[in-house]
């Protein structure tokens, strides 16, 4: 077992500003909006309507479709409007609106502890699906999906992420640090689904004292262990993990499942341990607000459907004579330029970080033309050509990006564009491109690849 991949950059972490920030719930103040698309796959279906009273836990939209997954109320009060309202896009989407009555009652006690003694396997997927768990990791695929592969008999890894390889984001090391054994009972959960498979807990070696924690609760459980990774960007990445884990050089389009991996993210861990031993439903992540600007760094257990201008307000506001060069939902590396904070949080998401300066401006300055130096794909995790793809994407020649360069497989991670001495904006070229591809497919009727 080896504990890096191939490639890979040494971005600042910016990690100090909120690391020891303890995780703490926020009961926000202001009303609540719950986006309808909140994970991959189709949109789910409100079934409720305007003037319904409402209490936390309280499923408020169904899946539509096995792709597809409920959505609870992370407050109580009363929906006060279905709706299309600002999101995380940019754009404006089908939402449904609750005004918070602050009192957040609950609908059912989530403290009581159901026996998980004699749960079957499909007890326990129907339990993660019924609670609208996705993945939280920042893609918000389906859960119930991923622990349902086609040959559970051939799964040799259920990989818990807990690398949190994204600079400033703290979240899941705390997480870690005081949820372990939460952690480890949903791991353990997993591995019930799959008997041939051994549980692997993946941690960055820049987070000591979560190391020490998940080593504590994981002791004598005889088929999970902790693996130490050596810190480094994208060291989270489903490719990355397995292939520091397994050796495997992952496949270009292969699905963990086809090399006998399952990979979940902590946070995931610890809403199935509560999905399926408490019948919780997910209405609420672990998140970090930090950043050089915010007065406040903070780690919460965020509600689902809060404003991300809240939560700056609860951290104490933009830093005293300090300006907001860039706000992302997230951080630098994946994250998403926001140009209003007046969006709610969605499931999926974990953090909101303020920028002093923008490092996309700062580079901007000093670009030059491509020096054909290569460092660009002596760091891509994924092993593509970005030199080769940026120039095809720049002549317009998508056929031979998406064909020839394979341009579609790029995790856009950032990874050579943090090594590009030219200071190319090759991640954000790429993006284009992939954009400019699917909406082609779209016009086409052959839909996204």
């Known amino acids: ?219 004598g459980k005889q088929r999970i262990s902790v693996q130490t990774m050596i810190t480094k960007y994208p060291q989270g990445g489903e490719r990355s993990l397995i292939q520091a884990v397994t050796g495997i050089d992952f496949p270009i389009s292969k699905l963990p499942a086809d090399v006998g991996c399952i990979v979940q993210n902590v946070g995931t861990l610890y809403a199935i341990q509560r999905a399926v031993l408490y019948h919780e439903p997910l209405f609420s992540q672990c998140f970090t607000v930090t950043g050089e600007a915010v007065s406040e760094p903070a780690n919460f257990f965020v509600r689902v459907g809060t404003s991300y201008a809240e939560l700056l307000e609860a951290c104490g506001g933009v830093k005293p004579g300090m300006t907001v060069a860039k ?39 000093l670009m030059t033309a491509c020096l054909h130096c290569g460092r660009c794909t002596t760091v891509c995790p994924v092993g593509l050509m970005p030199q080769l793809m940026a120039d095809a994407a720049i002549a317009g020649d998508l056929e031979r990006y998406e064909k020839k360069l394979y341009g579609l497989e790029c995790i856009q991670c950032g990874s050579c564009t943090v090594a590009c001495p030219a200071k190319r904006p090759l991640m954000q070229t790429f993006k284009q491109a992939k954009a400019e591809i699917q909406e082609k497919k779209k016009r086409e009727g052959g839909g996204q690849k």
């Open 1 to 219: 077992m080896r504990n890096t991949f191939r490639g890979g950059v040494h971005p600042a972490e910016r990690k100090e500003l909120s690391r020891d920030a303890r995780l703490r719930l926020y009961d926000p103040k202001g009303e609540m909006v719950f986006p309808l698309q909140q994970h991959i796959g189709k949109p789910a279906k409100a079934i409720v309507q305007k003037g319904d009273p409402v209490l936390v836990g309280q499923k408020i939209a169904e899946a539509d479709g096995f792709v597809s997954a409920h959505i609870y109320s992370s407050c109580s009060g009363k929906v006060k409007a279905i709706e299309k309202r600002r999101v995380l896009s940019g754009g404006f989407a089908e939402c449904i609106v609750i005004d918070n009555d602050g009192l957040f009652t609950p609908a059912a006690d989530y403290s009581v502890r159901d026996s998980e003694g004699n749960l079957s396997a499909n007890e326990i997927v129907q339990r993660v699906q019924e609670a609208g768990v996705v993945g939280l990791g920042g893609a918000g695929f389906p859960t119930h999906v991923k622990l349902k592969p086609k040959d559970p008999d051939a799964i040799e890894y259920v990989i818990a992420n807990g690398a949190e390889c994204e600079p400033y984001l703290t979240c899941n090391d705390q997480l870690m640090r005081t949820h372990a054994p939460a952690i480890v009972e949903g791991l353990e959960l997993v591995l019930h689904l799959f008997p041939n498979a051994e549980g692997v807990i993946c941690i960055e070696d820049n987070k000591p004292e979560a190391i020490h924690a998940m080593e504590i609760a994981a002791s």
């Open 327 to 365: 706000a992302l939902a997230g951080g630098p590396m994946m994250g998403v330029a926001m140009g209003s904070l007046e969006v709610p949080v969605q499931k999926q998401n974990n953090g909101l970080t303020l920028l002093a300066e923008d490092p996309v401006e700062q580079a901007e300055k």
